[in-house]
């Protein structure tokens, strides 16, 4: 179950309970509920996006680039497509770091996972990083997620904002 948080949690399961003992089945999470559970600084990140669907992944307010082993984009949500301007059509079966998003090629985030891969070891780690390729160079904050039980690797993508 995709982890919420704890007055929330503890809101359902007391009414989960009162469900059960009148022997009605309580209802699954809603997608607002699991919207509002999944964050990009949240620990268990990883693991709840390997849970919710495609419709769901849309309705989250950061961008989620999913990577299978060959770099391939295997998710890719509407944030993401908005923000850097790369339809999802054309994301998804791309090479990220060849032909989507070459200016992540490099020892911050490609060589980051090759190295978290290679030692069997999961990778979580919150970098600042400039993407200056398709669009002008935007300050953005990048979450690389990867764990050796997964298929799926992720990079986060957060805007951060712009000071004047």
Do not use: H
Request: with cysteine; aromatic share 8%; glycine share 6%.
């Amino acid at each position: 179950m995709i982890s919420t948080s704890k007055s929330a949690l503890e809101l359902r399961q007391r009414a989960e309970t009162e469900l059960l003992t009148i022997g009605a089945v309580p209802a699954p999470l809603t997608l607002q509920e699991i919207k509002m559970t999944i964050s990009f600084t949240q620990a268990d990140a990883l693991a709840c996006l390997e849970e919710i669907d495609g419709a769901t992944l849309d309705t989250l307010d950061f961008g989620v680039i999913g990577i299978n082993g060959g770099s391939l984009v295997c998710r890719y949500n509407a944030f993401e497509s908005t923000f850097a301007g790369v339809r999802q059509c054309d994301a998804l079966g791309k090479n990220v770091f060849t032909e989507l998003a070459q200016c992540m090629n490099n020892f911050m985030v490609a060589v980051r996972f090759e190295d978290a891969i290679s030692e069997g070891k999961p990778l979580d780690e919150t970098i600042d990083f400039m993407f200056s390729w398709r669009m002008r160079p935007t300050s953005v904050q990048l979450r690389l997620l990867y764990a050796p039980d997964y298929l799926t690797r992720y990079i986060l993508v957060r805007p951060r904002l712009q000071t004047v």
